[in-house]
Nanobody, 132 residues
Framework: EVQLVESGGGLVQAGGSLRLSCAAS?????????IGWFRQAPGKEREGVSC????????YYGNSVKGRFTVSSDNAKNTVYLQMNSLKPEDTAVYYCAASRFMGTYYSAMYYFRTPSLYNYWGQGTQVTVSS
């Protein structure tokens, strides 16, 4: 059974930092085509945060998090991370990690960012709350 287990969410003051982790079991991130982070705030649609392509390691970030968030992966630990710095109240949301199984084609990082239907596996989500 493929599982993505997220951790690291919590309550933090504005300007603070959090690092989210997503550990995979029954699946190897190294064999994935891409790993993505998405978030959903109350009353809003799911929003892409960041993704990393396995083909060349290229990354893509949403405009609202550029310069503040960094996505990375550790193949040895089969874990992906999202380092979040300079957090703002508007970052408050449930954060989800996702993995896209390689099916013969690598797309651009931007395309993975824009196309959540490419992701086969999703984590349970972890709550991030940023207070002012």
């Amino acid at each position: 059974e493929v599982q993505l287990v997220e951790s690291g969410g919590g309550l933090v003051q504005a300007g603070g930092s959090l690092r989210l982790s997503c550990a995979a079991s029954g699946f190897t991130f190294a064999d994935a085509s891409a790993i993505g982070w998405f978030r959903q705030a109350p009353g809003k649609e799911r929003e892409g945060v960041s993704c990393i392509s396995s083909s060349d390691g290229s990354t893509y970030y949403g405009n609202s998090v550029k310069g503040r968030f960094t996505v990375s992966s550790d193949n040895a630990k089969n874990t992906v991370y999202l380092q979040m710095n300079s957090l703002k109240p508007e970052d408050t949301a449930v954060y989800y990690c996702a993995a896209s199984r390689f099916m013969g084609t690598y797309y651009s990082a931007m395309y993975y960012f824009r196309t959540p239907s490419l992701y086969n596996y999703w984590g349970q989500g972890t709550q991030v709350t940023v207070s002012s």
